[in-house]
């Protein structure tokens, strides 16, 4: 398959960027009303410490990611946006309060995506264009309501090695499809409290570096797509943003491989599609 500008494969980094809420949001799941701090914290981590060390690492290699954002954790980290999107990456949406779109109804789901627009708009001067859905899942609603709102690509779906279109009621969605063992959760995420969740234990950089590099091998020799889903509470630890630093090495010692934003992607794909 031939990519842009003759590149034999397409990378693209994302970040889902999700901060406090989806632990909070877990809590709520397990009908803990307290705000256990100490759970919490571990999100901030994501803009306060990962954030930061993931933009220098991109900056260094002269990259352009996308990253998921849910407008609450914008609102909060308004500053944290902005340098994301100065630096010239695509920010994107993730919902307003990381709220499962399967458990709102349509009003509120409707709600989730207007606020979350709103407060991106406002704080990078752009329309969010595409979107991943918070907890991973969706309502029978959420794809003809992302073609009504105006965005243009979704990027939850696990359906095939490349990106394809999906009908709504409305104008078609291009998925830019994700896969779980290109995400850094799986591997990585863990707590001790609630204990019912994320208790499989912390995987080794060695073993996560192999596999992504494997995978990126075999859709390289393919001629396809590697997209991965990163979250910077996870990813933007010290010794798991060198681990990245040695796949981004790994891709650009190949000449022939695009690194582009999940957006250039849709607008390339859309193209090629007629
Ligand atoms: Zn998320």
Redesign the pocket.
């Known amino acids: 398959m031939e990519w842009l500008d003759g590149a034999r494969c397409v990378v693209c980094l994302t970040f889902?960027l999700?901060a406090d809420i989806?632990w909070r949001n877990i809590l709520r799941r397990h009908r803990i009303e307290r705000d256990n701090p100490v759970v919490l914290s571990q999100g901030e981590y994501g803009p306060k410490a990962g954030v930061p060390r993931i933009l220098r690492l991109l900056k260094t290699h002269n990259l352009k990611a996308g990253f998921?954002i849910?407008g609450e954790v914008a609102e909060r980290y308004p500053e944290t946006v902005m340098e994301i999107s100065g630096d010239g990456h695509e920010v994107g949406h993730?919902g307003y309060s990381?709220r499962n779109p399967a458990s709102c109804s349509l009003l509120e789901e409707k709600e989730e995506l207007e606020k979350g627009t709103e407060v991106l708009e406002e704080i990078t001067g752009k329309k969010p264009m595409g979107y991943?859905a918070?907890?991973a899942d969706m309502s029978a609603n959420t794809l003809n309501l992302l073609s009504k709102h105006g965005l243009i690509y979704d990027s939850s779906m696990m359906g095939d090695d490349v990106p394809y279109a999906i009908a709504t009621e409305n104008k078609k969605i291009i998925e830019l499809p994700i896969r779980w063992i290109l995400d850094d959760w799986v591997y990585f995420g863990f707590n001790y409290f609630p204990p019912l969740e994320y208790q499989s234990g912390i995987s080794s950089h060695r073993k996560v570096l192999e596999i992504w590099s494997d995978e990126f091998e075999a859709v390289y020799d393919e001629g396809l797509y590697f997209m991965l889903a990163m979250?910077p509470q996870i990813i933007g630890i010290p010794s798991r943003t060198k681990m990245l630093e040695k796949l981004i090495q790994l891709m650009k010692s190949r000449e022939d491989v695009w690194f582009a934003t999940p957006l250039e992607i849709c607008q390339f794909w859309k193209k090629r599609m007629g």
């Open positions: 889902d999700d989806s998921f849910p993730h990381h991943r918070p907890a979250h």
